[in-house]
């Protein structure tokens, strides 16, 4: 038997019994869907997060003192360990363009004339370098020494009149302390500007350590410490080089942060790259658990596949049977089953595509994400929509091939 005949008694097959075999694909289609649904939202989830962020991050070395074996995320479990002058000294380092330091500054409220509003966390103290000049959409950066200030889109609009470049705000910590400082910028961006403050469109505020958090910390304590520092290459290809320098002088006698390291506490050095390819296989993974998930929706499809063509083997047995007494041989029996699964699996894997490539466009615009559709898959989706139905239609098939002819004429 022709493969094209095998196509059209299959097809006749298919279209005798529309809504056994829209049943039969359904879970096919579902399986499919499910599977380009969640690999679009995890590729899509992957460009939002990671892909504004600058090329020149790799010039960054972040670094911070934690708990041997901790673990988790950038920064965690960080120490306050660096003084103002181990960051003056980093500076002085060949190939070292800047060095700052980043630490969150434990705050209670903020106040824009007779309007305040809470704020426990996303007040930063930092160096002017760590933000970009190109993502501030109005004003500048602030300047290191100077009580100012630069807020993201949601800080700003956190009061009932907008914050605006050249207002007055006051950041109130716990003890009865404030500063107040002058907006000098408003960022075109609420993300997060580095891999220490997540990538959630939280209320942000970044003042200068220098003078701001050096003064409050010197309030409570004669040693303020900073719970990190990011040191900046000159260029890429010194950042190994630049690394160890600065490695060398932290963990030196030399320096402030020697007195609080040691066994209790180990030192991390990790580049932007590095702390962003952890933050992308940590997304990786997160997709291919979710995908493995939606994957049991396909071996559900299959078994579907597989009893709906044992059915039609047990309803076709005279057919068979008539078949096989005018000449034809098993392998024509097999073709032509085999044939028909494929069709179904197929027909469910183009229709998965299509309503996975619709519900993923849905998912990303309701967690507005930038859409990203992983055409590979797509691929794959038609592939494994056709070996589905194969595999399930393989025993059918067979047991179908064996048919005794006489027996299954005999059939009622």
Known sequence: MKLRESLRLSWRSIRGHTLRSTLTTLGVVIGIAAVITFVTLGVSLEAGILGDVETGDTNRIYVWGSPPEQGGGPGEGAELVFTQRDVTELRDLEDVAA?????????????HGNDTVPIRQGVIATGPEYLDSAQIDDGRQFTEGEREAVLNPVAAAQFEGNVSVGDRITVSVPGDSAVNVTVVGILDTSEGQGPFEGFGEDPRVY?????????????????PRYLSVIVEAESPRTVETTRDSARDYLTSNASDASDYLGDDLELTLQTGGELLDQIRDILDRVTAFVTGIAVISL????????????????????EIGIMKAVGAQNRDVLTLFLTEAAILGVIGAVGGTVLGAVAGWAATEYADLPLSYPFEWFAIAVGVGVLVGIVSGLYPAWRAA???????????
């Not at 064996?402 to 009622?412: G, K, N, Q, S, V």
């Open 99 to 111: 060095a700052y330091p980043w630490t969150p500054l434990p705050t209670e409220s903020m106040a």
């Open 207 to 223: 003042l200068p350590a220098d003078p701001v958090y050096l003064d409050l910390a010197g309030e409570a304590t004669d040693d």
């Open 299 to 318: 071996v559900v499809g299959a078994i579907g596949i597989a009893n709906i063509m044992l059915v039609s083997v047990t309803e076709r047995t005279r």
């Open 402 to 412: 064996r048919t005794d002819p006489i027996e299954a004429l005999r059939y009622e």
